[in-house]
Each structure stands twice: as C-alpha cells, then as structure tokens.
C-alpha cells in the first residue's frame, strides 16, 4: 500500500521516478497493455502491486541496472520492515537530491 519507501540509498534512485499498477488478474487482457504503458509514464521502473516488478531502458544493459537496484530497494525494506521498529526517512531535499 505505501509502495517504494524512501529508506534505503537503493530505493532514493527511484524516489518521484518510480510508477505502480493495480493487479489485474492473469495477465491474458490485451487491454491491459495499454494500461501498463500509461501508468509507466516516463519512468524506467514499475511495481505491480501483488505481481512484481518492470523495468525498462534505452538498451538490454540498461535495463538490467534498473531492475538490479529496483529488486535490492524492494529487498532492504522487507528486511526493514520485518524488523518491526520505526523507520528513519531522510529529509525531502535529500531524497530529491
């Protein structure tokens, strides 16, 4: 529900740069497609929510660096979050930054 947080240097390369899509079912709707590229947008990187993870680049490499770190933000914040204490967020202006 609260989708990528800001707690990990990992996740602070896809803070405002990161989109997410609502589950659909099996993915067998064409439809769906164009929903996926709206929601997309001009990010590289995407959650499904309850699916996984999309990344996207300019070429094969690229790509790959973008899910790369995606899935080692996704795996610091199960950590953080199974930890049960609270977390600690750095400022905005360095999140931006």
């Given at each position: 529900?609260q ?7 990992h996740?602070l390369?896809?803070?405002?740069r990161?989109?997410y ?5 099996i ?5 769906e497609r164009?929903r996926l ?12 929510r309850?699916?996984g993870?999309?990344?996207a ?7 790959f660096?973008?899910i790369?770190?995606?899935e ?9 979050l ?5 977390l ?7 999140r931006?930054?």
């Amino acid at each position: 529900e609260q989708g990528l947080l800001p707690i990990s240097q990992h996740a602070l390369k896809f803070y405002e740069r990161i989109s997410y899509h609502e589950y659909e079912g099996i993915a067998s709707d064409e439809a769906e497609r164009a929903r996926l590229v709206a929601d997309l947008g001009n990010n590289k990187a995407m959650v499904l929510r309850n699916h996984g993870l999309l990344a996207a680049g300019t070429t094969v490499a690229e790509a790959f660096i973008v899910i790369y770190y995606l899935e080692r933000a996704c795996q610091a914040q199960v950590a953080a979050l199974a930890g049960g204490s609270r977390l600690t967020y750095p400022p905005v202006a360095v999140r931006q930054h």
